[in-house]
């Protein structure tokens, strides 16, 4: 495994992998902090292709003032060796001043689907996001791109450039991993305390409880879900919801209060953002309402 801190190394890394006839090149970009989450990307880039890249990069772009960029967690070492034992190829790890050696006067901004969920909350975040990927991809030039749907909208919105603008990759969507006891993982949970980390485990336990609901058919209504959601949440006194929402996937569009989830056509996200103490967390469930109807 490389090991490269620069854009000229990385290319020339590439050209090698290029030359030698390892292609074709797959892509997982990250913010370091690994955990089985960002293993499980590194594995399916391995399925799919010949060479690995992983990237850590923390991106200021993508945190408001008001954010944990400063505090996010990192330790370099740890993710190396993860790199190295999941099967990376080359790993690119960028200071701030190479990935943005003057300020940038120019960004990628994906509209509509940023401006609900976590773009509502967080302004300017997919921008950074959207971005940084950019320049990513430009530099690593991949066939395919590796994203978690743990963020189920950065998916979508990174989709939706890639088309947009022609960027020939194909973004590749990978499950939710998460603890044996339900809670998605995430390099922020190290900021929970023990009483917080138990009581995040509504998050996944409303989702669970919810999808059951509509596949017994006791919730049918968009809105029956979300208030299921909200009150299974709610039953955690530390609790802070940021949103819940349930939208069309990977539109992002408002579904009627009244209307039937049976109704949606294609997918549907049950996506929440919450906070316990300073530590906000997110987790989502995507789901076809029609398939679930039709095991019922
Ligand atoms: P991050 O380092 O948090 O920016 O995440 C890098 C990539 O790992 C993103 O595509 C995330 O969606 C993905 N990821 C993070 N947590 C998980 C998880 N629990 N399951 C699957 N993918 C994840």
Same mark, same amino acid.
């Given at each position: 495994m490389r090991v490269v801190r620069t854009v000229l190394e990385l290319r020339e890394a590439l050209d090698y992998m290029r030359m030698g006839g390892h292609t074709p090149v797959g892509f997982v970009p990250t913010m370091g902090y690994l955990h089985e989450g960002h293993a499980s990307l590194i594995r399916k880039a391995g399925e799919m292709a010949n060479t690995v890249v992983m990237s850590i990069f923390v991106n200021p772009l993508q945190f408001g003032p008001n954010e944990?960029?400063?505090?996010?967690?990192?330790?370099?070492?740890?993710?190396?060796?993860?790199?190295?034992r999941e099967g990376a190829d080359i790993v690119f790890i960028p200071g701030v001043e190479e990935m943005y050696p003057?300020?940038?006067?120019?960004?990628?901004?994906?509209? =509509?689907?940023?401006?609900?969920?976590c773009g509502a909350s967080r302004p300017g975040h997919f921008d950074g996001v959207t971005t940084v990927?950019?320049?990513?991809?430009?530099?690593?030039?991949?066939?395919?791109?590796?994203?978690?749907?743990?963020d189920a909208q950065q998916v979508a919105v990174l989709r939706r450039m890639v088309s947009d603008l022609n960027i020939n990759v194909e973004i590749i969507a990978c499950p939710i991993v998460r603890e044996g006891d339900g809670l998605a993982l995430s390099s922020r949970n190290v900021y929970l305390s023990g009483e917080e980390r138990t009581q995040a485990l509504v998050l996944s336990r409303s989702l669970r409880e919810t999808r059951k609901a509509i596949e017994e058919g006791t919730v049918r209504t968009v809105e029956e879900a979300r208030k299921l959601l909200e009150s299974v949440i709610s039953? =955690?006194?530390l609790a802070v919801i940021d949103y819940v929402e349930i939208l069309s996937f990977p539109d992002l569009e408002t579904l009627e209060g009244g209307s039937l989830l049976s109704d949606a056509e294609g997918e549907v996200i049950m996506a929440l953002a919450v906070k316990f103490g300073r530590t906000r967390l997110i987790d989502n469930n995507v789901f076809i309402p029609k398939e679930v109807h039709a095991l019922v």
């Open positions: 944990d960029f400063s505090s996010y967690p990192r330790d370099e070492r740890r993710d190396l060796e993860l790199a190295e003057e300020p940038i006067r120019t960004k990628v901004s994906v509209d =509509s689907l940023t401006t609900q969920l990927v950019s320049k990513l991809f430009n530099m690593v030039q991949p066939d395919y791109a590796f994203f978690g749907l743990k039953s =955690s006194p």
